[in-house]
Each structure stands twice: as structure tokens, then as C-alpha cells.
T-cell receptor
Framework: EAQVTQNPRYLITVTGKKLTVTCSQN?????MSWYRQDPGLGLRQIYY???????DKGDVPEGYKVSRKEKRNFPLILESPSPNQTSLYFC????????????FGQGTRLTVV | AQTVTQSQPEMSVQEAETVTLSCTYD???????LFWYKQPPSRQMILVIR??????QNATENRFSVNFQKAAKSFSLKISDSQLGDTAMYFC??????????FGTGTRLQVTL
């Protein structure tokens, strides 16, 4: 089954404690992206990747890092989480850069206290 | 930069009735796609309907249809014969030449008995 898998689905952490949210897709997609969803703001792009070792900033990249060492994986790293990063996070993948058919992960609810 | 505006934060409709969700967008591009995504309480992002800008015919998917007005940059979603399972957050989204989806702020739809 074609899917994007994120882990964990829920995470509560403390300010400053480094964390990684994993994302994996099994469709051999070149394009992957991270979004955060906040009430009243919709989904906003954090980072995206066009292929292995090729990443670029989205609209709200501050406080986040990503890496793309393998085609299937695109982890999101918060080196020093802060309460304003409390949000719902989605990983997505697409075969092409036009994102006309996007596949989304199940979402990760992150709370930073 | 592209923007997507959803001016109705919340809407309510009775079961079996018809409801229309509004979306406007702004872009200088001529070739793009528009989408409506549904997000039920499970948080999953589900593609409801997709419209290609160069196609004049409005897209339909069973009880879901759109009214695409390219000149007015309007892209509304009509849900006919509303069902309880339609209760969800609905996001309008745009993709063009930039490698991302741009989302509106969402409309929370409640279907009541």
C-alpha cells in the first residue's frame, strides 16, 4: 500500500530537548515536504526536498532542520524546541514538483512545555 | 507569492442539505491546480477534488463539485446531500510553479441531524 509514515503520532517534550520526527514514504517519490498546521493559519510549509541531499526552506523554517540522506526518508529535527513550536506536523510526498498528487502522513501532534 | 483565502471559519448544515464553502486565491501564474482537502477528526488529509486551471469544465466527484471562476480567482466547493461523515475541516489549496501546496486557513463544517 502506498503510504507516508510519520512517527511518533503524539509527542510531549520539554523546552530545549532535541527531538526528531521521522517520515518515510514507499512510493519512490522525489519530492517531500514538511508542513505545520496551526489554528487560524492553515498548513504552512517548513522545508522541502527535491531529491537526495537537496533541500530548501519553506515559509516557516526557523527552528527546524531537515536531512535527506535516502530517498525514502525525510526527518524533521528540532534541535532546541520551544513552546511556539507546539503544533500539528505533516509530512507529504509527491512524484513531481507540481504537487498535483500529494500523499500525506498521519500527522504528529507535538506539544512543547 | 500565491495566497489562498477562506473567509468562512465555521459553517453548519443539516443532513441531506446542500452547503457551499468559499475560496479565493491570488496568483499571477496561468497554469496551476486547485484542491479541496478534507480533514476529519482523525487528522488525516484527504483529497476531495482537484481542478486544473486550464480546464474550463468544473470538476465533480460524486456529491462534491466545484465552481471554478478563473477570472474572478474563485474556487468554491459544493457538497450536496450532506452526510454526518462530511463533518470535518476543509482546506482549499493551490499549487503552481513553486514546489509546494499553499493552503487556506480552513473552514470547519458541522453536519447536524
Amino acid at each position: 500500500e502506498a503510504q507516508v509514515t510519520q512517527n511518533p503520532r503524539y509527542l510531549i517534550t520539554v523546552t530545549g530537548k532535541k527531538l526528531t520526527v521521522t517520515c518515510s514514504q514507499n512510493m519512490n517519490h522525489e519530492y517531500m515536504s514538511w508542513y505545520r498546521q496551526d489554528p487560524g493559519l492553515g498548513l504552512r510549509q517548513i522545508y522541502y526536498s527535491m531529491n537526495v541531499e537537496v533541500t530548501d526552506k519553506g515559509d516557516v523554517p526557523e527552528g527546524y532542520k531537515v536531512s535527506r540522506k535516502e530517498k525514502r526518508n525525510f526527518p524533521l529535527i528540532l534541535e532546541s524546541p520551544s513552546p511556539n513550536q507546539t503544533s500539528l506536523y505533516f509530512c507529504a510526498s509527491s512524484l513531481g514538483g507540481a504537487w498535483t498528487e500529494a500523499f500525506f502522513g498521519q500527522g504528529t501532534r507535538l506539544t512543547v512545555v | 507569492a500565491q495566497t489562498v483565502t477562506q473567509s468562512q471559519p465555521e459553517m453548519s448544515v443539516q443532513e441531506a442539505e446542500t452547503v457551499t464553502l468559499s475560496c479565493t486565491y491570488d496568483t499571477s501564474e496561468s497554469n496551476y491546480y486547485l484542491f479541496w482537502y478534507k480533514q476529519p477528526p482523525s487528522r488525516q488529509m484527504i483529497l476531495v477534488i482537484r481542478q486544473e486551471a486550464y480546464k474550463q469544465q468544473n470538476a465533480t466527484e460524486n456529491r462534491f463539485s466545484v465552481n471554478f471562476q478563473k477570472a474572478a480567482k474563485s474556487f468554491s466547493l459544493k457538497i450536496s446531500d450532506s452526510q454526518l461523515g462530511d463533518t470535518a475541516m476543509y482546506f482549499c489549496a493551490f499549487t503552481g510553479t513553486a514546489s509546494k501546496l499553499t493552503f487556506g486557513t480552513g473552514t470547519r463544517l458541522q453536519v447536524t441531524l
